[in-house]
């Protein structure tokens, strides 16, 4: 069975290489290589390089098609295409298409595309209005979601025979508790600097409770930087090496590291700030609590925390509070990061995943 997987953001919008990106071993990637030991697997992106960039890959093969429109403002490559792409689909005909995520061009083009067997579209973020306005997902015979809640909202248009909630993943041997990494912050936010994301409220409860806050995902400006420093972190020092990663002042620090990097970042702070108002499963949040990190979260981002690891707001005044009050009791604290990590030990394993997808395709007819 030939399975073709999909992400249509590329790499260098997230200021990867095509390589390092694959390394990334998030949910999707423990999937393709899952998937792959039993069955062909393709993945397919884009790139802005001029010609196709083909990696063999733990099993399966990532091709990186060049986009038609690589200078188009846009958002997350929403808008980017790609001609060879889509010949190659039509060519190869796979037995089935995964596509990961909503909105993209391209994923509408290979949905209404007659050439794959069974198409399946993943939400990776928490439906809205606007999710269920793209089309998209009347062309797939099973639309998943990482919630419940994000399912029940679908089920408004969608048929719920066409509905599927798949778990979760995280990797609590890769994000686990560190005892040689002193928790060095008080807060910790990850995340790119996008409007969604609304880390100015991270920032201003930072500076009005005097909290040593690090932020992994983009460089922050402004308070509580000076104006000189702004200027010395530019995109064209950084390119040119005379800036580091991590940009600090008083007590903050901003940046952006490897995605290696990232199981000692998590052991760095005693509690994971995030306001995001459009998540689903936040991998952030999930390897937060995986390394015994307490979460503070936005109900419309993470209605799935529980109160034994988390705490949800339903407004974003309530933040400097909360993070305030919870900071000054370790001991809650402490528990807390403990129930999250064992809430992820039981209920994200890969494994539950995998067996979900297994499951499906089984059910589709997907067994050869």
Same mark, same amino acid.
């Given at each position: 069975?030939?399975?073709?997987? +999909?992400?249509?953001?590329?790499?260098?919008?997230?200021?990867?290489?095509?390589?390092?990106?694959?390394?990334?071993?998030?949910?999707?990637?423990?999937?393709?290589?899952?998937?792959?030991?039993?069955?062909?697997?393709?993945?397919?992106?884009? +790139?802005?390089?001029?010609?196709?960039?083909?990696?063999?890959?733990?099993?399966?093969?990532?091709?990186?098609?060049?986009?038609?429109?690589?200078?188009?403002?846009?958002?997350?490559?929403?808008?980017?295409?790609?001609?060879?792409?889509?010949?190659?689909?039509?060519?190869?005909?796979?037995?089935?298409?995964?596509?990961?995520?909503?909105?993209?061009?391209?994923?509408?083009?290979?949905?209404?595309?007659?050439?794959?067997? *069974?198409?399946?579209?993943?939400?990776?973020?928490?439906?809205?209005?606007?999710?269920?306005?793209?089309?998209?997902?009347?062309?797939?015979?099973?639309?998943?979601?990482? +919630?419940?809640?994000?399912?029940?909202?679908?089920?408004?248009?969608?048929?719920?025979?066409?509905?599927? *909630?798949?778990?979760?993943?995280?990797?609590?041997?890769?994000?686990?508790?560190?005892?040689?990494?002193?928790?060095?912050?008080?807060?910790?936010?990850?995340?790119?600097?996008?409007?969604?994301?609304?880390?100015?409220?991270?920032?201003?409860?930072?500076?009005?409770?005097?909290?040593?806050?690090?932020? *992994?995902?983009?460089?922050?400006?402004?308070?509580?930087?000076?104006?000189?420093?702004?200027?010395?972190?530019?995109?064209?020092?950084?390119?040119?090496?005379?800036?580091?990663?991590?940009?600090?002042?008083?007590?903050?620090?901003?940046?952006?590291?490897?995605?290696?990097?990232?199981?000692?970042?998590?052991?760095?702070?005693?509690?994971?700030?995030?306001?995001?108002?459009?998540?689903?499963?936040?991998?952030?949040?999930?390897?937060?609590?995986?390394?015994?990190?307490?979460?503070?979260?936005?109900?419309?981002?993470?209605?799935?925390?529980?109160?034994?690891?988390?705490?949800?707001?339903?407004?974003?005044?309530?933040?400097?509070?909360?993070?305030?009050?919870?900071?000054?009791?370790?001991?809650?604290?402490?528990?807390?990061?403990?129930?999250?990590?064992?809430? *992820?030990?039981?209920?994200?394993?890969?494994?539950?995943?995998?067996?979900?997808?297994?499951?499906?395709?089984?059910?589709?007819?997907?067994?050869?």
């Amino acid at each position: 069975m030939h399975i073709v997987m +999909t992400q249509f953001a590329p790499p260098c919008d997230h200021g990867v290489s095509e390589e390092e990106y694959l390394r990334y071993d998030d949910w999707f990637a423990k999937l393709r290589r899952h998937l792959a030991k039993s069955h062909r697997v393709t993945f397919l992106s884009q +790139t802005k390089q001029k010609s196709l960039i083909r990696i063999p890959w733990e099993g399966y093969e990532a091709l990186f098609f060049p986009i038609d429109n690589p200078n188009e403002k846009q958002k997350a490559g929403i808008r980017y295409h790609s001609a060879a792409l889509l010949d190659w689909f039509e060519q190869e005909k796979p037995d089935v298409l995964h596509v990961i995520g909503s909105q993209s061009a391209m994923g509408l083009q290979l949905l209404e595309s007659p050439a794959a067997g *069974v198409k399946i579209l993943w939400e990776r973020n928490h439906t809205t209005p606007q999710t269920l306005a793209w089309p998209g997902w009347k062309h797939a015979q099973r639309y998943l979601h990482c +919630t419940q809640e994000s399912a029940e909202l679908a089920a408004a248009e969608v048929p719920r025979e066409r509905l599927d *909630v798949v778990p979760m993943v995280s990797d609590p041997s890769k994000f686990h508790p560190m005892e040689d990494v002193a928790r060095a912050y008080d807060i910790l936010s990850v995340g790119k600097l996008t409007g969604r994301k609304q880390f100015n409220v991270v920032r201003d409860l930072a500076l009005a409770e005097n909290l040593r806050w690090l932020h *992994v995902g983009g460089f922050v400006k402004g308070p509580p930087y000076p104006r000189w420093k702004d200027l010395f972190y530019s995109r064209q020092m950084r390119a040119l090496g005379l800036a580091g990663p991590i940009k600090s002042a008083h007590g903050c620090a901003t940046g952006v590291v490897s995605h290696d990097q990232m199981p000692r970042i998590y052991n760095q702070a005693r509690l994971l700030v995030h306001p995001s108002n459009n998540e689903g499963a936040s991998r952030a949040m999930l390897e937060a609590l995986g390394s015994g990190m307490p979460v503070v979260a936005n109900r419309q981002g993470a209605p799935w925390v529980q109160p034994e690891f988390g705490i949800v707001l339903d407004d974003l005044a309530s933040f400097r509070p909360t993070v305030a009050k919870l900071l000054a009791d370790p001991d809650r604290l402490n528990a807390m990061g403990r129930a999250g990590r064992e809430w *992820v030990q039981h209920h994200c394993a890969p494994e539950r995943l995998f067996e979900t997808i297994d499951a499906l395709h089984a059910q589709l007819g997907l067994t050869f």
